[in-house]
């Protein structure tokens, strides 16, 4: 599972990304490493994490990660393969979600490849041009399934249906993710591999001094995304750069004390771009390793113990059950177990964001 950062040229990608490459997110040192060159594997800063391993005091502590790739900057033509435009869509398609970069800053030493500041016309340049691949690969499946719905094949009828339901909303300039569709047509959605109905996530690149509140660029996207299902994050990305730089802890608290911030905003950003790709976390715990296990939303107990090992899901028994809230309010699993805390959960169980589990299974 991976997201992907879009974005014209010059709007701030590759500052983000070499941000995210060097994550300092808490006084740990969140590690990050290349597998190629625009793709990193990101830790997901999680303060839960942290307070497991003052609790357990293990050996080693592992936390979830998220794959982030830096996509090539799009130029408009890029659907009929302008610039970079079939290796950039060819890399959104195999990303699970967008997060799709909106320079809402001026600065007259940055150039900007349309001459100005618009953050509503760069979104609508890189909307266009993949609602127009999308028309495309809606159109070739057209032609195929309407042959075989005439035919009277009831499947056929069905995708053709739907087919044309995301034709006329991508020709009105209308992305698949905001389209009404019904748990069937959602289903056949998936199969159209459209980019237009991946999860999106604006990111307004501001400058330091509308790092917490943004500005009116910023409120211009607000107004534009407001029917899209799709989250907004301010970012100052620059000043995000000079943070990473710093190597203590202390002075990057004071750095972000001086701009109003909690934390670092790429701490909010790798939450966020987690909660996009529709993952969450549930934890084991012991003397040798605390571990963050990464799983997708309603997975169940034997789903989450395949993603330590295959064996675990072939072989489940049971899991035992401790509530993260639990485990901080006892200290340890012993006293969670003398509370009457901690649950055995069988095959159906769906596992909760935060849940610390240990898998009994024999194979």
């Known amino acids: 599972m991976k997201a992907g950062i879009v974005g014209l040229p010059n709007v701030g990608k590759s500052t983000l990304f070499n941000c995210l490459s060097s994550a300092k997110a808490q006084s740990a040192n969140f590690p990050f490493c290349t597998i190629e060159p625009n793709l990193g ?17 293990p050996q080693r502590v592992l936390p979830a990660t998220v794959e982030i790739v830096d996509i090539a900057g799009l130029v408009r033509g890029a659907s009929k393969g302008e610039g970079l435009g079939n290796q950039f869509l060819g890399n959104i398609r195999e990303c699970n979600a967008i997060m799709h970069v909106l320079r809402c800053f001026d600065n007259d030493n940055i150039v900007h490849v349309d001459g100005s500041v618009d953050p509503i016309r760069d979104k609508e340049t890189i909307d266009i041009e993949l609602q127009l691949k999308d028309l495309e690969t809606v159109e070739k499946r057209l032609e195929k399934v309407k042959r075989a719905a005439k035919t009277g094949n009831k499947e056929a009828q069905k995708e053709q249906a739907t087919l044309e339901k995301f034709k006329s909303a991508l020709e009105q300039g209308v992305s698949a993710r905001a389209v009404e569709v019904t748990e069937d047509e959602e289903e056949l959605m ?27 660029y910023v409120d211009k996207v607000r107004e534009a995304v407001k029917d899209e299902d799709a989250e907004i994050i301010v970012l100052a990305v ?16 004071m750095f972000l004390e001086d701009i109003g911030l909690e934390e670092p905003g790429v701490s909010r950003l ?79 169980y769906i596992v909760n964001d935060g849940d610390v589990m240990h898998f009994l299974f024999n194979v």
């Not at 620059?238 to 608290?253: K, P, V």
Request: glycine share 8%.
């Open 41 to 57: 594997v990101v830790n997901v800063p999680d303060p839960r994490l942290e307070k497991l391993e003052e609790l357990v005091n």
């Open 238 to 253: 620059g000043t995000e750069a000079d943070i990473a730089e710093l190597e203590d802890y202390e002075e990057r608290q």
């Open 270 to 348: 790798i939450r966020a771009a987690y909660k996009l790709l529709d993952l969450q976390t549930y934890f084991t715990a012991g003397e040798k390793e605390v571990r963050a296990w990464t799983i997708k939303t309603g997975s169940t107990a034997p789903q989450a113990a395949g993603v330590i090992h295959t064996d675990f899901e072939k072989g489940f028994i049971r899991a035992e059950v401790i509530k993260y809230d639990d485990y901080v309010q006892y200290g340890t699993e012993n006293k969670v177990k003398e509370a009457g805390k901690l649950s055995i959960e069988g095959k159906g």
């Open 190 to 216: 998936k199969g159209f591999q459209l980019l237009t109905a991946k999860p999106i996530l604006y990111v307004c690149n501001v400058d330091e001094a509308s790092a917490k509140s943004g500005n009116a």
